[in-house]
């Protein structure tokens, strides 16, 4: 069975998931974790994107956002 299509109205609140291909790790050590948080927070500032809440392990991040104008994939 198919997904759903996703909601992507701009405004929407979104839980996103980054997940490892194969469940391999998406950060090493703390420079990859502060590289990730870094990249987002300058993507969010671009994007006008406001983040509410988010959680790096080492092979999953989970991400609480309000899409922007532009919507998710914008």
């Known amino acids: 069975m ?3 299509a996703r909601l992507d109205a ?8 980054v997940r490892g291909i194969e469940r391999r790790r998406i950060v090493n050590d703390v420079a990859d974790r502060k590289n990730f948080v870094k990249r987002l927070g300058e993507l969010c500032v671009d994007t006008k994107t406001p983040i509410y809440a988010w959680a790096i392990m080492t092979n999953h991040a989970h991400i609480l ?3 922007s104008e532009m919507g998710l994939s914008g």
Not at 10 to 17: E, F, W, Y
């Open 2 to 4: 198919p997904r759903r």
């Open 10 to 17: 701009p405004g929407t609140l979104h839980h996103v998931m």
């Open 65 to 67: 956002l309000r899409s």
